[in-house]
């Protein structure tokens, strides 16, 4: 018979859900909490524990993937991925920023990134990895 479920452990929580009522009784008689206390406030909202994705951003021109590049929220390694865009697809380009260096498409140690817009959001893709479309 698994505890907390029936027998004893039930007893037991159900003797701890009467404490601590009586504790709050307690508390509130002492404290002066009931009568005239202000209202607690509201506990704010929890941020949320994945960060959504960038709006789109302004293009300029566009650009062409000549691999097939992750699609970051920051112009840096580390930056959380919101896509893979596949090699040889025309993307809105909004410009190049500079930011963590990356090693791909044959350089390294390179900071340009290209800053798109893909699949209704705005990232930053490696810049050795896309050719300006004219």
Same mark, same amino acid.
């Given at each position: 018979?698994?505890?907390?479920?029936? #027998?004893?452990?039930?007893?037991?929580?159900?003797?701890? %859900?009467?404490?601590? /009522? #009586?504790?709050?009784?307690?508390?509130?008689?002492?404290? #002066? #909490?009931?009568?005239?206390?202000? @209202?607690?406030?509201?506990?704010?909202?929890?941020?949320?524990?994945?960060?959504?994705?960038? @709006? +789109?951003?302004?293009?300029?021109?566009?650009?062409?993937?000549?691999?097939?590049?992750?699609?970051?929220? =920051? @112009?840096?390694?580390?930056? @959380?991925?919101? %896509?893979?865009?596949? +090699? %040889? $697809?025309? $993307?809105?380009?909004?410009?190049? /920023? =500079?930011? %963590?260096?990356?090693?791909?498409?044959?350089?390294?140690?390179?900071?340009?990134? !290209?800053? $798109?817009?893909?699949?209704?959001?705005?990232?930053? $893709?490696?810049?050795?990895?896309?050719?300006? !479309? =004219?």
């Amino acid at each position: 018979m698994r505890q907390g479920i029936t #027998g004893r452990g039930t007893a037991a929580r159900a003797g701890l %859900g009467v404490a601590a /009522v #009586g504790a709050a009784l307690v508390f509130t008689l002492f404290s #002066g #909490g009931a009568a005239g206390a202000a @209202p607690a406030p509201e506990a704010e909202a929890a941020p949320a524990a994945v960060a959504e994705a960038n @709006p +789109q951003c302004e293009a300029i021109g566009s650009v062409t993937t000549l691999a097939g590049v992750n699609l970051r929220r =920051e @112009p840096n390694t580390n930056a @959380p991925i919101d %896509g893979i865009i596949p +090699q %040889g $697809v025309s $993307v809105p380009w909004c410009g190049i /920023v =500079e930011g %963590g260096p990356y090693t791909v498409c044959g350089v390294q140690g390179w900071t340009y990134w !290209d800053h $798109v817009n893909w699949n209704g959001q705005s990232g930053y $893709v490696a810049g050795a990895c896309t050719t300006l !479309d =004219e």
